[in-house]
């Protein structure tokens, strides 16, 4: 059986599911650690993709720009190589089963177990708790009620999402012991170190690189155009450590800027980090080669996002199929859950 990159999971057997925020653009972050593996896991037994509207309601945002932001993010999902015929794309907000189901998870999941997710507590931290919407605070079990709903065994994230796969193992494993076995329990497929399971931001290579947290200069997004890749890599932080043979090593933590680079430049062309890293020993040298290799990726993609856009009745009618494939699976699951918790069953 032929097997795939990240894993080794054996295809033909996985069912996989992902999703995406449509905050904003997506980044080069958003790529390396999962847009690439979700193309390269479409040849699975089953891929789902969603683009996650109901979770970026969890912060303040304009219903405009929501509305424009889920058509650019499905937009790109397909020009960065998602292939209907191959998986089913769609918007979450359009499976109500998602929201029903996440009820039930609700019912199932502590207090003390949300207040420990760390991406809670961050963003959390950055408006006062007290203000935090508590669409924030439910959050992660609405992302369990994703990946269950499609009896996913596997889901490919990066790195940041580990906390809330393991929360989603817990309340599956839960409810299986609570009310019979009812959901597979997933496991999160993550890129390996190095491999960009975690691009962190130019500017501030402590933080990872992200849609709302983090500096615009610091971040690459995929439909930026080649001279402003340039300019953000030209100006990427590196260290004070002066130039010369060893100054450009893999050692994210004395090193993360440089480490940071080496990590781009190894995902974008499948080698190891250690091995780019000894090619280089300026760090001039290192930051042109990445953003060549990051604008050599972004262009058949920004080429194809442009042809889409051209006729926004394609993406729709993605989505509009998309929808219904999923519609069929999340509602088996979801009498399902409903059975098993003890809920009447409607008549008619
Ligand atoms: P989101 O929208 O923040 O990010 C989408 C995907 O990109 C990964 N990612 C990164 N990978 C490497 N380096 C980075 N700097 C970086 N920043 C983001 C994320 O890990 C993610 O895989 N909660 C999820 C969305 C979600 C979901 C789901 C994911 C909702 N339901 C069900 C999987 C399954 C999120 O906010 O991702």
Redesign the pocket.
């Given at each position: 059986m032929r097997r795939v990159g990240l894993g080794n999971y054996p295809l033909g057997v996985a069912t996989v599911?992902?999703?995406?925020?449509p905050?904003a653009a997506?980044?080069?972050?958003?790529y390396?650690?999962?847009?690439r593996w979700w193309v390269e896991f479409q040849d699975a037994h089953d891929a789902y993709y969603?683009v996650?509207d109901l979770?970026a309601l969890t912060v303040a945002g304009d219903p405009a720009e929501l509305t424009r932001a889920t058509t650019t993010m499905a937009t790109l999902l397909l020009a960065a190589g998602l292939d209907p015929g191959r998986c089913t794309l769609f918007v979450?907000s359009h499976v109500p089963e998602h929201a029903e189901l996440a009820w039930l998870l609700e019912c199932t999941a502590s207090m003390g177990e949300l207040a420990r997710m760390t991406?809670f507590k961050d963003k959390a931290a950055r408006g006062g708790e007290g203000s935090a919407r508590v669409g924030l605070f439910a959050?992660?079990v609405?992302?369990a009620a994703?990946?269950l709903l499609y009896d996913?065994n596997l889901?490919?994230?990066?790195?940041?999402?580990r906390q809330?796969?393991e929360l989603t193992r817990v309340l599956a494993q839960r409810w299986n012991t609570r009310y019979g076995q009812t959901f597979t329990v997933p496991e999160a497929a993550i890129?390996p170190p190095g491999k960009?399971?975690?691009?962190?931001?130019l500017q501030d290579p402590r933080r990872?690189?992200?849609?709302t947290a983090g500096s615009p200069a610091g971040t690459v997004f995929l439909l930026d155009d080649p001279k402003t890749v340039e300019h953000k890599l030209k100006r990427a932080v590196t260290d004070t450590d002066p130039p010369g043979p060893g100054a450009v090593r893999w050692d994210p933590e004395h090193k993360p800027g440089v480490s940071n680079l080496v990590e781009l430049l190894a995902a974008l062309t499948g080698r190891q980090p250690e091995e780019v890293a000894s090619s280089y020993q300026s760090y001039g040298r290192l930051k042109s080669d990445t953003a060549q290799a990051v604008i050599a990726t972004l262009e058949p993609v920004q080429k194809r996002y442009r042809e889409l856009s051209e006729d926004p009745g394609v993406v729709r009618s993605v989505l509009a199929t998309g929808a219904e494939r999923a519609r069929e699976v999340a509602s088996r699951t979801l009498a399902r859950a409903r059975q098993a918790i003890g809920l009447l069953p409607r008549q008619g």
């Amino acid at each position: 059986m032929r097997r795939v990159g990240l894993g080794n999971y054996p295809l033909g057997v996985a069912t996989v599911l992902s999703g995406i925020q449509p905050t904003a653009a997506p980044h080069l972050g958003n790529y390396l650690g999962a847009l690439r593996w979700w193309v390269e896991f479409q040849d699975a037994h089953d891929a789902y993709y969603c683009v996650v509207d109901l979770h970026a309601l969890t912060v303040a945002g304009d219903p405009a720009e929501l509305t424009r932001a889920t058509t650019t993010m499905a937009t790109l999902l397909l020009a960065a190589g998602l292939d209907p015929g191959r998986c089913t794309l769609f918007v979450q907000s359009h499976v109500p089963e998602h929201a029903e189901l996440a009820w039930l998870l609700e019912c199932t999941a502590s207090m003390g177990e949300l207040a420990r997710m760390t991406q809670f507590k961050d963003k959390a931290a950055r408006g006062g708790e007290g203000s935090a919407r508590v669409g924030l605070f439910a959050y992660p079990v609405l992302m369990a009620a994703d990946i269950l709903l499609y009896d996913a065994n596997l889901v490919p994230v990066g790195d940041d999402q580990r906390q809330h796969l393991e929360l989603t193992r817990v309340l599956a494993q839960r409810w299986n012991t609570r009310y019979g076995q009812t959901f597979t329990v997933p496991e999160a497929a993550i890129a390996p170190p190095g491999k960009g399971a975690r691009i962190m931001d130019l500017q501030d290579p402590r933080r990872k690189m992200s849609k709302t947290a983090g500096s615009p200069a610091g971040t690459v997004f995929l439909l930026d155009d080649p001279k402003t890749v340039e300019h953000k890599l030209k100006r990427a932080v590196t260290d004070t450590d002066p130039p010369g043979p060893g100054a450009v090593r893999w050692d994210p933590e004395h090193k993360p800027g440089v480490s940071n680079l080496v990590e781009l430049l190894a995902a974008l062309t499948g080698r190891q980090p250690e091995e780019v890293a000894s090619s280089y020993q300026s760090y001039g040298r290192l930051k042109s080669d990445t953003a060549q290799a990051v604008i050599a990726t972004l262009e058949p993609v920004q080429k194809r996002y442009r042809e889409l856009s051209e006729d926004p009745g394609v993406v729709r009618s993605v989505l509009a199929t998309g929808a219904e494939r999923a519609r069929e699976v999340a509602s088996r699951t979801l009498a399902r859950a409903r059975q098993a918790i003890g809920l009447l069953p409607r008549q008619g």
